[in-house]
């Protein structure tokens, strides 16, 4: 799927206005005297004193979290979608597209839900994992996007796929006449001359004298 169009405006400024706010409030709520005085976080969005030393475990933490994991669970959601090809939920574009812009939103949600912070070990292996989600799938992104260009440019040409047993005849006929135009270019081996095949007079033994 080619993201460079116009079904994926809208999931773009969507995900970076997601992005923004979610900033604004992870600065409201732990940094707020690095906000502008006039981007102050509404008291609506403040959360209560919390006893966690960790992000993670606060309010807004938890909903950062939350709202990742369920991504995640409609991500996971999409090789079911396309099993089911009848399901009047969306088609699979649709869904491919969701998939592919709210799993880019994860990364500020994962990041802002772990205070950019690594934690403890385990903490560490999932987002080690998760990097590796990440990144590959970003890669399979970029890879979908750059082979139908790249296969344009390196195939001189496209076949029905019914047409494919008509056109393997042909070129095994070209490949016979070819081999065959060999066949008959080649030089002949020369015959072997008289001279060659019987030996000469004066290598012939003299009669014995009586």
Not at 35 to 46: R, T
Not at 102 to 111: A, Q, W
Not at 157 to 177: C, K
């Amino acid at each position: 799927m080619r993201i460079f169009n116009r079904p994926h405006i809208a999931w773009f400024f969507l995900v970076v206005l997601a992005t923004i706010a979610a900033c604004w409030v992870y600065v409201g709520n732990f940094y707020p005297a690095r906000l502008p005085p006039g981007l102050a976080l509404p008291s609506a969005f403040v959360q209560k004193v919390s006893e966690h030393r960790s992000i993670g475990g606060t309010p807004v933490g938890l909903i950062f979290g939350a709202v990742a994991f369920a991504i995640f669970i409609f991500g996971a959601l999409l090789s079911l979608r396309k099993r089911v090809v009848l399901w009047p939920i969306g088609s699979v574009q649709r869904w491919l597209r969701a998939h592919i812009w709210l799993t880019l939103l994860t990364i500020p949600l994962v990041l802002l839900h772990s205070g950019f912070r690594l934690g403890a070990p385990m903490t560490t292996l999932l987002m080690a994992f998760y990097s590796v989600v990440m990144v590959s799938g970003i890669y399979g992104l970029f890879l979908q996007h750059q082979m139908p260009r790249i296969m344009k440019e390196r195939l001189p040409a496209e076949m029905i796929y019914e047409q494919i047993p008509h056109i393997r005849s042909q070129l095994f006929l070209a490949a016979e006449r070819m081999c065959s135009s060999f066949k008959s270019a080649a030089p002949s081996s020369p015959s072997p001359t008289p001279s060659d095949s019987s030996p000469s007079t004066a290598e012939i033994p003299p009669p014995p004298l009586i």
